[in-house]
């Protein structure tokens, strides 16, 4: 039997930071008054940008740390790679979302490494 704890916990974190993360656009779009679009809103621009990421990049994520706990990753392999991924979106979105560039560049920079990660094991224990 399959144990599934990373992937819900991964669920759980992802899930809970892009919804946040849609909650603060729909915050600064009342703030704003621009019911579609950025209305050309600097700060609307990059909260729908943060979002977006975070859904693009999590989602992605998701299927691999399911794929990995299917095919029965040793748990520190990817208890790892959850808490690192998680803590690289948080890092990203604080970047995207103030003045903070080198959080947005080492949370982007880790979440690439990660998932190239996820991707080489998942080839190296899916094809066993």
């Not at 690289?88 to 560049?105: D, I, K, S, Y």
Request: charge should be positive; proline fraction near 3%; charged fraction near 10%.
């Amino acid at each position: 039997m399959h144990d599934f704890y990373w992937f819900k916990l991964y669920v759980a974190c992802n899930a809970g930071l892009v919804t946040l993360l849609a909650c603060n656009v729909s915050r600064l779009r009342m703030r704003e008054q621009v019911p579609n679009g950025d209305g050309g809103k600097l700060v609307l621009k990059k909260a729908i940008r943060a979002h977006a990421n975070g859904v693009e990049h999590a989602t992605i994520f998701g299927l691999l740390v399911l794929a990995l706990s299917v095919v029965t990753l040793p748990p520190g392999a990817l208890a790892t790679l959850v808490c690192g991924f998680s803590l690289a979106r948080l890092a990203h979105a604080w970047g995207m979302l103030g003045p903070q560039f080198n959080a947005r560049r080492a949370g982007a920079g880790l979440t690439f490494v990660l998932e190239l990660v996820a991707v080489a094991l998942l080839l190296a224990y899916g094809v066993m």
